[in-house]
């Protein structure tokens, strides 16, 4: 098991969003965070990867708890946020070494594969202020395939992506759970992906609980 | 005892054993704030130095400690409130930031009415008086930090982090009168002239800790309503 | 590359690539500076006792209305939330981010400070000194609007609440600074005042990244 979650509370603005959430994402699963908008889901990822503490229960990283093992962890999780992360001033091969390095990698050689697998041949040295946003998320993407991490955790990834990038991206997201890594992520686009799918329905659990 | 001061960080029950010592504690404070004002600044000996001046002393010694204080406990309960995670360490802190800002506010003014006749001048930019009004420029960020922030919760922590910033400026006010050859008096200002073998200035400085305490208290009840 | 020579590189990069990030607080210094003989009047004399001053607290100024620049963009485009969630050692990272913000703000006032020093009648023995007490000061000022930043980079309408929550923390390194440049015009040693300074460089060194790093957290949990 990778990531454990015991026992999950949070509550924002006085608002209880989760409460009781139980779930263990293991290697080569695929879990998606169901939920209409404003129902925690963004909450809850930026809670999974550590960047909220705000809450009461516990999550593991294979058994210990995520604030110990924090280096480990931050080791093997790779999140991607709304914000794409990319200083738009830098070329994408900047942005993309500095974040390799900021991983404690030294993969620069392979920048230009994982632009590639984006459909960004050729744009390594172009400053991202010149790019669409769609290409600006497409780089950031291209972060997730350098950083070697386990589990990645994804929220909204296919947003700004067109059709192809869409199945592009969903090849990618069941290759990487059938090489032995996972991924949690939050889409509104109805996945098609040659993998099984797990669920966590916020709204489901919310309404469990009410009842 | 333990069990005890354990019992105590938790919200609800301080609010309660709070509520039930408020009006006693209010009746103790008033009671002796009224005895130390009118004995201090009415029925001691006149200073042999300063003659009727000194008075003031009453109000603006407690005052000051008070200020310096209040200002090592918000730092405590911000240290305790970030180590441990402890609820009621950050309401007591809350509490201390206009307290300890009164009180830094009250020991300048008072030091002020002091200077005129004493020193000639209501200021003087001296190692002293600066950290001082240092100390009242932190605590009054320490509030509007505080109530810049929307979310409680991280409105806390954020001012446990800069009350800890601001913490290495108290022993300089403390150290200051030792380290640079200023115009205020020296430690040795509590023992200030051949009175009574009593000297009241004992006990005044414990009756303005009442005023203190008793506000402070209110103001931790207050933020621990549950 | 080492993550701290990485963040060295990204951060200079994106400083020189705008370059109005970096001229403008250095025109600032340049414009307040010369307000103040506007203002008080082109007498020499009075000039020269006032120049000290003035410089450092407009550096001081300049150096905190630079601050902007060293963790907002990170913060909007997300960029501040992946350090967070780097498994390499934040404290190095954030001091390189302070030094590299430092070279571009701070140490350009050190170069400028004796050109206005001699604009504004200081006698030329305060010249060094002035700048030895930048030199080392500038620094402190960069680390504690860094930790003043970094509690308020989250908050929507912070406006001038910086100035507020760091200006007081300037004072000593400000009432310290002026005193080497006095020390030495009348023909004092200097060197304990620039010792005083030297400890709290390395007070802030050791303990501004730790603060730094904590209020980042709050800031990004937001």
């Known amino acids: 098991m990778m990531l454990t979650v015991n026992n999950l509370y949070c509550e924002r603005d006085e608002r209880v969003l989760f409460q009781n959430l139980d779930f263990a994402v293991g290697e080569g699963e695929i879990w998606q965070i169901q939920g209409s908008n404003g129902s925690g889901k963004t909450t809850l990822l930026r809670i999974l990867c550590g960047l909220n503490d705000d809450f009461s229960g516990e999550v593991l990283w294979q058994g210990e708890e995520q604030g110990k093992a924090r280096q480990a962890f931050n080791q093997h999780v790779f999140y991607l946020g709304h914000a794409p992360a990319i ?16 991983r404690g990698l030294t993969n620069s050689d392979q920048i230009k594969a994982a632009l590639n697998s984006f459909n960004l041949y ?5 400053p991202c202020y010149l790019m669409s946003a769609g290409q600006q998320r497409r780089v950031s993407l291209a972060r997730m395939l350098l950083s070697q991490a386990k589990l ?10 067109d059709k192809q990038g869409v199945m592009e991206l969903e090849t990618l997201l069941a290759e ?4 032995g890594g996972a991924i949690i992520l939050t889409t509104h686009h109805s996945l098609q992906m040659n993998h099984p799918l797990q669920a966590v329905d916020l709204d489901l659990l919310a309404g469990l609980v009410a009842a | 005892m333990w069990q005890w001061l354990f019992k105590l960080s938790s919200p609800k029950w301080f609010y309660t054993i709070s509520g039930q010592l408020m009006p006693w504690l209010i009746a103790i404070t008033s009671i002796l704030l009224v005895i130390g004002l009118v004995w201090g600044l009415a029925f001691t000996p006149p200073d042999y130095q300063m003659g009727e001046n000194y008075r003031i002393a009453y109000i603006h010694v407690p005052a000051a400690s008070i200020a310096m204080g209040c200002y090592y406990m918000m730092a405590g309960m911000a240290a305790a409130f970030l180590i441990w995670r402890i609820k009621m360490a950050d309401m007591v802190a809350k509490a201390c930031a206009p307290v300890g800002m009164t009180f830094t506010a009250l020991a300048l003014f008072t030091g002020s009415v002091w200077g005129i006749p004493t020193w000639g001048t209501w200021w003087i930019w001296d190692a002293r008086l600066t950290s001082t009004l240092i100390m009242l420029f932190l605590f009054i960020g320490v509030m509007a930090l505080r109530s810049a922030y929307d979310s409680e919760a991280a409105g806390a922590k954020a001012c446990a982090v800069l009350s800890l910033v601001g913490v290495v400026n108290v022993p300089i006010i403390k150290y200051s009168v030792e380290w640079w050859n200023t115009l205020h008096q020296g430690a040795s200002s509590l023992s200030l002239s051949n009175t009574s073998a009593n000297p009241p200035e004992i006990w005044l400085p414990a009756f303005f800790c009442w005023l203190w305490f008793v506000w402070f208290l209110s103001d931790c009840h207050y933020f621990a309503y549950p | 590359m080492s993550i701290i020579a990485a963040t060295l590189r990204r951060e200079l990069l994106i400083a020189f690539r705008s370059p109005g990030e970096i001229i403008n607080p250095l025109m600032f210094f340049v414009i307040a500076v010369s307000l103040f003989p506007l203002g008080v009047g082109a007498n020499q004399e009075f000039l020269s006792e006032i120049a000290a001053g003035v410089i450092w607290v407009t550096a001081l100024l300049a150096v905190m209305l630079s601050m902007d620049s060293l963790f907002r963009a990170d913060y909007e485009d997300g960029s501040l939330e992946q350090l967070l969630l780097s498994p390499q050692p934040l404290y190095f990272v954030i001091l390189a981010k302070v030094a590299s913000h430092w070279l571009v703000s701070g140490l350009p006032l050190v170069i400028l400070a004796p050109i206005f020093a001699s604009m504004l009648s200081l006698p030329a023995e305060g010249i060094l000194p002035l700048m030895a007490a930048l030199l080392i000061g500038t620094p402190i000022l960069t680390m504690l609007g860094a930790v003043g930043m970094a509690l308020t980079v989250g908050l929507s309408k912070s406006g001038l609440l910086l ?13 310290f600074g002026t005193g080497v440049v006095d020390s030495a015009l009348n023909s004092l040693a200097t060197s304990g005042l620039l010792a005083l300074l030297g400890a709290m460089l390395i007070l802030a060194l050791c303990l501004t990244p730790l603060a730094i790093i904590a209020a980042l957290r709050i800031s990004v949990s937001l």
């Open chain 1, 87 to 102: 200083n738009k001033t830098l070329t994408a091969k900047e942005n993309l070494s500095w974040h390799c390095a900021s």
């Open chain 1, 152 to 161: 990645w955790i994804l929220d909204e990834p296919f947003t700004a992506l």
């Open chain 3, 163 to 175: 100035a507020v929550l760091i200006l007081p923390l300037y004072i000593p390194v400000l009432v």
């Open chain 1, 122 to 126: 050729g744009y390594e040295d172009m």
């Open chain 1, 176 to 179: 990487h759970a059938r090489a």
